[in-house]
């Protein structure tokens, strides 16, 4: 038997290295390749691949966040940009459909919102039951006493907007590498490191000179970014297996019906109601009313996993629907699809040095929220690793617990 032989790229080191082209790494990579640098980007299954995090047809983009101005002012950016990708773009990447969110009785979340979006000088409307009812009649709002409407938000599409970043990212220099990356070591020594949950930096931190692709590619960096979603924990299974958790989250399409246009996105917004875990979003390019529940599901493999919606994700899904749409009680699925999250302990972002190397970056944790941030996550990366910026406390992983508690939504 022969051993494989190793090769290496016939390129010059590149400056950085971005494992992961999914929303948080192809924006990093654009944004670094913007500072100058040479940047090459690297996915196992490609860009928007249905194994992705950022996979899938559709994300929200909404500034609410409760009491977390930090997320509201991130997306408020990320729009900006989504908002000049999609313009540039072929067909439209983003979609204003507006964002309702269904409010209960002291409901301490969107009230939370309500303020936040004042001190960030957000448009939005207030709606009382009598206004909901009016302008959208096929919600049945038993248990909903307000709304509020975030009129500028909307809809991401997400598989084509992954893809476009990567092509212009491209455009400006990035090397694009579809490669399975093996596990990192240095010098043949196991990567892992015994730092306590991230919780203090070595004394003697260390470089990590190259990656290894399946194929037998030795890739050279000055810097390496890790953003591959699901995979962290997977590659940084000391570090990370017990902070980063990855959940079976299932989506399902509902056929409206034959010549029913009150589904469709200029009579119905993207909704969230928080309150039972749930959201919609309309029936975009004609393929059916998107309905997921956001509790988290089990723990999911993102490369073995089966992406078969199950009886039960049906079933309750179905449940919601007959609640909050009566009119698509009985709607057929004409789609589904598995995807994950990544979540953090209590949803905020990782976006920090490795405790043990210091030119290795850990950019991930998007718990279900993380997609309409890729603009605004790429840029943060881009001024770590320029100097421009600190590292967040909340982003870091000194922060990141094994306790679940999840605020962040």
């Not at 930096?201 to 030795?218: D, F, H, Q, W």
């Amino acid at each position: 038997m022969t051993s494989q032989r190793k090769t290496t790229l016939t390129r010059p080191t590149f400056d950085i290295a971005v494992i992961g082209a999914g929303v948080f790494g192809s924006w990093s990579a654009y944004r670094l390749a913007l500072t100058g640098a040479s940047v090459v980007l690297v996915d196992a299954y490609g860009p928007g691949n249905s194994r992705a995090s950022s996979g899938g047809e559709s994300r929200m983009i909404r500034l609410g966040y409760g009491p977390d101005e930090i997320y509201t002012r991130m997306s408020q950016r990320s729009l900006e940009s989504w908002r000049e990708l999609s313009a540039q773009a072929a067909s439209p990447l983003f979609l204003p459909t507006g964002i309702l969110w269904l409010a209960q009785e002291h409901d301490s979340y969107c009230e939370a919102t309500l303020e936040t979006l004042r001190r960030c000088n957000i448009p939005f409307e207030k709606l009382d039951p009598d206004e909901l009812a009016t302008r959208y009649p096929q919600l049945q709002l038993s248990s909903t006493t307000s709304g509020i409407l975030e009129p500028n938000s909307g809809v991401l599409l997400a598989r084509e907007a992954v893809k476009s970043v990567v092509a212009k990212a491209r455009a400006k220099g990035v090397t694009y590498l579809q490669e399975k990356i093996t596990s990192p070591g240095i010098a043949g020594e196991s990567f892992s490191t015994s730092a306590p949950s991230g919780t203090h930096r070595s004394a003697t931190p260390r470089l990590l000179n190259s990656i290894e692709t399946a194929s037998g590619k030795e890739i050279f960096a000055g810097r390496f970014v890790f953003a591959c979603g699901p995979w962290l924990p997977k590659l940084f299974p000391d570090l990370l297996g017990d902070l980063i958790r990855v959940t079976r989250q299932e989506v399902i399409f509902f056929g409206v019906p034959a010549g029913d246009d009150r589904f469709n996105p200029e009579r119905l917004p993207a909704w969230i109601d928080f309150n039972h875990l749930v959201y919609g979003i309309p029936n975009l390019d004609h393929r059916g009313f998107k309905l997921a529940i956001d509790a988290h599901g089990p723990q999911f493999d993102p490369d073995a996993g089966e992406r078969v919606v199950s009886d039960e994700g049906l079933h309750a899904a179905r449940s919601f629907l007959a609640k909050l749409l009566p009119a698509m009680a009985t709607a057929p699925v004409t789609e589904s699809r598995v995807c994950q999250y990544e979540n953090t302990a209590n949803g905020d972002f990782l976006i920090d040095r490795h405790p043990a190397f210091e030119n290795i970056w850990l950019v991930g944790g998007g718990s279900g929220h993380g997609f309409k941030h890729g603009p605004a996550v790429g840029e943060h990366v881009a001024n770590l690793i320029s100097g421009r910026a600190h590292i967040e406390p909340r982003f870091s992983l000194a922060n990141k617990d094994t306790l679940r508690r999840r605020l962040v939504f």
